[in-house]
């Protein structure tokens, strides 16, 4: 069965409903450490951000499976898919190849996906860099199914991408490239910060929602801020998305990095620690109020994953 096909939450484990958080809020990388230091904080696993030209997959993995911990998602490098020279395009389409194979052998079941940062506007035509965007993904879905890993899009806010900023954007991403290894992942960061409306966005969004990054006003520490999380999270669960939930929220870091950068550990430790348990007995609500939604999510993954593997 495949694990990809069309679904929020995977089939014969439990990663649907695992908390994780990423590895770059932990300042270095460390694996053995953020292992650690992750079981320690009660977390269920964690979204990788891996230096795959220098790392091998048994020693980024290894440190996790020893602390019973899940590889989630993959945090891509920033490379550009929709690069108008053609040789730059293959360079960032054979990294992502890489990714998800590197993924795979990690059993991991998602590759987090976004546009190059730091280019908000199109290098050329809107149109051209777009058609150049979906064509780039929709190979690297075939990709991903190949090895049973769902590739996961994620909308950026206006001044880092030039593209796909919403879930009008994301949506309408998806649905151009139609291929059951791609889907979306929200990150109530940018929701909040490009929607009037985040929870009306995530309604939008649907089945096509299969991972969600939690992050408060400014990526603080969830329920220290005044983004509508609870409404978030309730919006999800009407959805049927179960999980995974990955935790990317930090007073101290700005974005992703391989570079190690210093933070206070103790202040990373304390600030995870309190947005589990915020986010544990908010999900402990939303299971009494959606009592069904991980069997129908369990039951339609099911029926998708078969109609995928007899196409």
Request: hydrophobic share 40%; with cysteine; proline share 6%.
């Amino acid at each position: 069965m495949s694990r990809h096909a069309g679904s929020q939450a995977d089939t014969g484990d439990d990663r649907g409903g695992a908390i994780g958080a990423c590895t770059w809020l932990f300042g270095d990388h460390d694996h053995p450490r953020i292992a650690q230091r992750a079981a320690r904080l009660g977390l269920d696993g964690v979204e990788i951000l891996p230096d795959i030209a220098r790392w091998a997959p048994r020693l980024v993995g290894g440190p996790y499976a020893d602390a019973g911990l899940q590889v989630l998602s993959l945090t891509p490098d920033n490379v550009d898919i929709a690069h108008p020279d053609g040789t730059a395009r293959r360079r960032a389409l054979d990294y992502y190849r890489r990714l998800i194979e590197f993924a795979a052998r990690l059993d991991c079941a998602h590759v987090t996906c976004h546009e190059r940062t730091g280019r908000a506007r199109p290098a050329d035509a809107v149109g051209a860099e777009w058609d150049r965007l979906v064509g780039s993904c929709r190979q690297l879905a075939e990709v991903a199914a190949d090895h049973a890993v769902t590739l996961v899009f994620e909308p950026l806010r206006r001044g880092l991408v030039s593209q796909v900023h919403n879930a009008d954007d994301v949506c309408r991403l998806v649905d151009e490239v139609g291929h059951p290894a791609l889907s979306a992942v929200l990150d109530t960061y940018h929701l909040c910060l490009e929607e009037t409306d985040p929870p009306a966005a995530i309604r939008q969004c649907g089945r096509r929602v299969t991972i969600v990054q939690l992050g408060d006003t400014d990526r603080r520490p969830l329920g220290t801020g005044t983004a509508p999380l609870d409404r978030c999270l309730e919006a999800l669960a009407g959805s049927g998305f179960a999980g995974p939930w990955i935790l990317e929220c930090t007073s101290q870091l700005l974005a992703p990095s391989l570079v190690p950068r210093a933070v206070d550990p103790e202040q990373v430790d304390r600030e995870l620690g309190a947005s589990v348990r915020w986010l544990r007995a908010r999900l402990t609500g939303l299971r009494h109020r959606h009592p069904t939604t991980a069997t129908e999510l369990t039951n339609a993954q099911r029926r998708d994953a078969h109609e995928h593997d007899q196409s």
